[in-house]
């Protein structure tokens, strides 16, 4: 009987990720063909607990050859493609063979799948979706061309692609910031590209995928160089043509060309405006130009159209779900948050956690502001509501409440041996810290790696612990190469106990240590180095750091020292800007915004600041003039226009 389905994968040194890969689909393709192009690690040994097919192929820089290399050994009346930092729900896969096992293949049908592509920052990530050809059927001579960005095609005489859509999702990590950095994939793409320009040249699509690929880099003037090529040649990009328009919008963003992404947009995209993707871009640059009122208006927008697509179980987005709908809900959160509007910023935070429980930043945030007003009772009777949390989730919890210093809630959620567990080695000791405990802080730290002892939060942690409880005999065990970040704090933390210290301590680490110790509550040590090293430049931070965590009585009256002392930084002078902007003293928030832009005349987002709530037509107008002298693409800016 002809298998249903044959997995073709090609690999190289892909043991971080491919085992996830393959128990995603264990059970629901019938052969599994690997092709490997070289691997110097575990992926042959993880490989082969999956399938006995494992082949050897010599890479030639070329990945459309090694694609056809593992089609060649294919049994099976389907070809499912997919790459080691790719992986399925179980939902989804389950979904994909029910629908092949009830279809037959057709030589000129590619199917798409909707990939799901997970960006930026471990922890801290977006998603973009597309499309992309992953399923067609066998024995129907489909090979792959280009040695790059590989794609099928019929080598039967007159017969052209065409692809079709299952509702069937993938996800993919690849090009998650870690895993980009630890395969090198830019240089060796980049070598690609340059041999596909040697052969046969460079379409429009090529250099939609060399600007995507510099985007990744954050080569953005080469990025934009490739993009504006694509888009000369438009009539060539078909249905591409929409991704070169919001590829380009991103990177101007990116680059902190707002002006140029603002008359971008009203050129290209206005006529996209009505999906809600596309309207949180425009909300995006509101907001980054400084038009935060304006930014409201059209993230509720964009929320108001998701939402209303959803009910009637319409598509939401051209681009991405999580941009036409989660995005603009924590940019209104974040919007409001910082109107001081805490009812509605949890409003809006709760409506993402409905959505998504697992959405760390918006759950930490949500405790955080809580935590300002609210008991420990009422906290975990809310969250208890809204989670339901299970053991994963109250470590969730028990890690933000750590994070954030909220001892009750920290002891509530992480008091428990098997939830502690779960937990760093940093995170546990700093639980320590919090709960008044250093026999195991000290038990932590003797019971930690080589490799753990190390690790930055750990090592930072420890030497914390060990001034809060004047144990210098701890820092004796901690042996760090001279190049490890927190080398100058240990060094200045030993020369303070053996009281040789001087105020050489860099600011930045000074003020770290003093935001970490009032987080945890430890206002004795927090007094004790605050004189040993108060110094304006550290004040400032402590300032902006209490602004910024709703201290507001705490942040003015360093504000106040500041002022009395001539000490105010730039940020410090914005951020009582803006308080005086919302307690409507306009006059003082002029005057703090012009002290600002004085000290840095660099942040254009601070002139549109002023010009947003000065009175007076001639200030306005002279402050104009400043900002069109540092940059004269703001004198296309049409919101400038109304001022």
């Known amino acids: 009987m002809t298998p249903l389905i044959s997995l073709c994968m090609i690999v190289k040194d892909e043991e971080s990720v491919l085992e996830r890969c393959l128990k995603s689909v264990q059970g629901y393709v019938d052969e599994i063909i690997i092709v490997d192009t070289g691997s110097t690690d575990a992926t042959r040994d993880i490989a082969s607990r999956f399938t006995d097919r494992i082949y050897t192929f010599e890479w030639v820089n070329d990945f459309s050859a090694a694609r056809n290399e593992a089609l060649k050994y294919a049994r099976g009346k389907w070809i499912l493609v997919l790459d080691a930092d790719e992986y399925f729900e179980e939902s989804e896969i389950r979904k994909l063979r029910e629908l092949l096992g009830s279809m037959d293949p057709e030589p000129h049908l590619i199917y798409n799948l909707t990939i799901i592509s997970l960006l930026g920052e471990k922890h801290n990530f977006s998603t973009n979706e597309s499309k992309v050809g992953r399923v067609f059927g066998n024995h129907l001579d489909i090979r792959y061309v280009r040695p790059i960005h590989e794609q099928p095609i019929s080598a039967r005489p007159g017969v052209r692609m065409h692809s079709a859509s299952l509702p069937v999702r993938l996800f993919h990590s690849g090009y998650v910031e870690e895993t980009i950095r630890a395969k090198n994939k830019h240089q060796r793409n980049l070598e690609l590209f340059k041999k596909l320009e040697a052969t046969t040249g460079l379409s429009a699509y090529d250099h939609l995928q060399l600007g995507n690929q510099y985007s990744m880099m954050r080569e953005y003037d080469k990025a934009l160089e490739h993009l504006n090529k694509a888009l000369q040649n438009a009539k060539d990009l078909g249905a591409a043509y929409q991704q070169v328009l919001f590829t380009t919008i991103q990177v101007l963003i990116n ?282 430049p550290v004040v400032n931070q402590l300032a902006n750091f209490f602004y910024g965590r709703h201290q507001i009585d705490l942040a003015l009256q360093y504000y106040h020292h500041l002022l009395t002392h001539d000490g105010m930084d730039a940020n410090s002078y914005a951020n009582l800007a803006d308080w005086c902007t919302l307690q409507r003293d306009v006059h003082s928030a002029q005057q703090y915004w012009e002290q600002a832009i004085k000290l840095e005349p660099n942040r254009k987002l601070w002139y549109i600041k002023h010009l947003l709530i000065s009175p007076d037509p001639a200030a306005r107008n002279a402050m104009k003039q400043k900002l069109f002298e540092l940059d004269p693409g703001y004198k296309n800016l049409s919101l400038l226009h109304e001022l």
Not at 457 to 467: D, E
Not at 475 to 482: F, G, I, K, R, S
Not at 489 to 518: C, N, T, V
Request: negative net charge; charged residues 25%.
């Open 255 to 536: 680059k902190g060309d707002l002006a140029k992404a603002y008359h971008f947009f009203e050129q290209h995209l206005e006529s996209y405006e009505f999906n809600p993707d596309i309207c949180t871009v425009k909300g995006i640059i509101l907001y980054n130009l400084g038009f935060h009122d304006k930014a409201k208006q059209t993230f509720h927008m964009a929320v108001e159209e998701a939402e209303r697509r959803a009910a009637r179980n319409e598509p939401i987005a051209i681009t991405s779900p999580d941009t036409a709908l989660r995005l603009p809900l924590y940019q209104l959160a974040m919007i409001y948050e910082k109107e001081k509007n805490f009812a509605q910023t949890v409003y809006y935070l709760t409506k993402i956690i409905v959505t998504n429980p697992k959405e760390v930043s918006a759950v930490s945030k949500l405790v955080e502001l809580m935590s300002l007003q609210e008991k420990t009772e009422s906290i975990i009777h809310l969250l208890d509501q809204l989670l339901n949390p299970d053991a994963l989730l109250t470590a969730m919890l028990g890690k933000i409440s750590i994070k954030l210093g909220i001892t009750p809630l920290a002891t509530h959620y992480a008091g428990h041996a098997s939830v502690r567990k779960l937990l760093k080695p940093d995170e546990r000791i700093r639980y320590a810290i919090m709960t008044n405990d250093p026999a195991a802080v000290r038990n932590e730290w003797e019971g930690a790696s080589p490799a753990e002892r190390q690790a930055v939060s750990t090592v930072k942690h420890y030497i914390i612990g060990a001034f809060v409880w004047n144990r210098p005999e701890w820092l004796e065990d901690v042996q760090l190469p001279d190049d490890h970040v927190y080398m100058p704090l240990l060094a200045w933390i030993k020369s303070w106990f053996a009281g040789i210290a001087d105020r050489s301590l860099p600011h930045g680490y000074a003020a770290e240590m003093l935001q970490e110790l009032y987080t945890m509550g430890k206002l004795e040590a927090f007094d004790r180095l605050m004189e040993a090293v108060d110094d304006l």
